[in-house]
């Protein structure tokens, strides 16, 4: 892939109905959420969240990519572009009397660093953007380290509810919902709390700033990188990881283990901060526990049987699943080899939604139904809910570029037809529902069974097989 890329296009088509409905709803819907931010054209989160938020925007551009890669370029450049001097990016960025306005009151979540490097691929490989992209993560991962380790014991804090994104959450206490100032709050029962999330941002940052390193063969910056990426996650096990419990707990100001058991170690698995040990027991004895996170709306912020677990319908991750969480399950299953989970959680989406094709923000775990409320008390539309949908179907029956690869999603039983345009290339996929064609520009590359993700290169010879049941 060489130039400029500036056209994508997907078409769909399946004989499950469902699915069929959902997508086309999604395609259509999503449309309403590209925004004009004084001249530029971005995603916002949509479902009555206006701005563009770390910790959704430049993950959901990425996504969104497929489709249109303005927007997508733009959910990362206006995060980097408005990163203070002393390195903080925005946690938001809101559109005010006409004015792009960065907002740092909040980390609110930090789910950038891959989609942004990913973004360098699909868009052509700027140089330019590559060198940005380094020096914003760069700056980050520093301030990060000179503000965030306030007490000194070697492992980064979250000050309010929103620097993690976790809103209404009970675990966090009397802690306030966004905090502004360069000291942590005085006086809270939890914060300033040490955190999975923000030493996993520290990781996120250093294990992309060691690829891009690589890219630009630059060996002993990459092992330095890499170096400092590893010495994150040795204190993740040895501060953060509870090997009783097999999942990650944070601790509170006065260094005690807090022990709801939360869902932030998927989250950790997005950022890749676990070491494949601890995801796995994480997986096996939590993620995929009926009485814990696999319940039959599966991923609930916090663990069903936990004390702090609630079932609130509104705006809360004391408990109901998320689409958020959905949206960045993908990634972090799909970097630990649970590949196959993803067709399952794909599956337990569509059939959440439904034939109504309302997009919101949560669903109830017990059963299904969604929670159509938000900040106007009614919801519709909401970003995540319609790019999980669309990527799900993309990585089960569809096409997905990573870097200079392309995943195949060969899973069986439904017919259908998915075809990426990218560019001046097309990649398409037949599936009869048991046996697969794959198309690059209109030539027959292959054909394969079913229940399988196939990665090739882009032009598409068949480099591997993951087995997706």
Not at 16 to 38: C, P, R, T, V
């Amino acid at each position: 892939m060489n130039g400029k890329i500036t056209h994508t296009k997907v078409f769909f088509e399946t004989e499950n109905a469902l699915l069929q409905k959902l997508m086309d709803a999604a395609e259509k819907k999503s449309k309403e959420n590209l925004k004009d931010f004084a001249g530029r054209k971005v995603l916002i989160e949509g479902g009555g969240y206006e701005k563009i938020w770390l910790e959704t925007q430049p993950m959901g551009g990425e996504m969104y990519a497929k489709r249109d890669m303005e927007a997508a370029l733009n959910n990362q450049l206006l995060f980097m572009e408005t990163a203070r001097q002393d390195g903080r990016m925005p946690g938001s960025i809101a559109l005010i009397d006409g004015k792009i306005t960065p907002q740092f009151n909040k980390f609110q979540g930090f789910c950038f660093p891959a989609p942004a490097l990913n973004v360098y691929y699909l868009s052509g490989k700027d140089p330019d953007y590559l060198d940005l992209l380094y020096g914003t993560l760069e700056r980050f991962d520093a301030y990060l380290w000179r503000t965030r380790d306030f007490d000194g014991d070697g492992c980064l804090e979250s000050w309010c509810k929103y620097d993690t994104g976790e809103d209404h959450a009970l675990r966090y206490g009397d802690a306030p919902d966004w905090w502004a100032e360069e000291t942590p709050p005085k006086d809270c029962e939890v914060v300033p709390m040490a955190s999975i999330d923000v030493m996993s941002y520290s990781y996120s940052a250093r294990d992309v700033l060691s690829d891009i390193a690589g890219i630009l063969k630059k060996d002993e910056l990459q092992t330095k990188w890499r170096n400092a990426a590893r010495q994150v996650q040795e204190k993740i096990r040895e501060y953060l990881w509870n090997e009783e419990r097999g999942a990650c707990l944070d601790r509170d100001k006065n260094h005690k283990v807090l022990p709801t058991l939360m869902h932030n170690s998927l989250r950790a698995m997005y950022w890749k901060s676990l070491s494949q040990s601890m995801a796995d027991r994480f997986v096996w004895e939590h993620l995929l526990n009926p009485q814990e996170f696999w319940t039959k709306m599966p991923l609930p912020s916090v663990a069903v049987n936990d004390p702090l677990f609630r079932n609130v319908t509104t705006n809360d991750w004391s408990g109901q699943a998320e689409a958020l969480t959905y949206q960045r399950a993908i990634r972090a299953l799909e970097n630990y080899g649970y590949d196959w989970i993803v067709p399952l959680l794909g599956k337990k989406l569509f059939e959440a939604i439904g034939e109504q094709c309302v997009f919101v923000q949560q669903y109830d775990p017990f059963t299904m139904k969604p929670s159509a409320v938000s900040l106007e008390g009614k919801q519709d539309a909401y970003g995540p809910a319609m790019l999980s949908v669309m990527e799900y179907a993309a990585r089960t029956y569809g096409v997905h570029l990573e870097r200079d690869r392309v995943y195949w999603g060969a899973f069986g039983g439904d017919a259908c037809i998915y075809e990426q345009e990218w560019g001046d290339r097309r990649y398409r996929i037949e599936n009869t529902g048991k046996q697969v064609s794959v198309y690059v520009d209109g030539v027959l590359k292959f054909k394969s069974g079913t229940n399988q993700k196939i990665i090739t290169d882009l032009d598409g010879n068949v480099l591997k097989a993951i087995a997706l049941s």
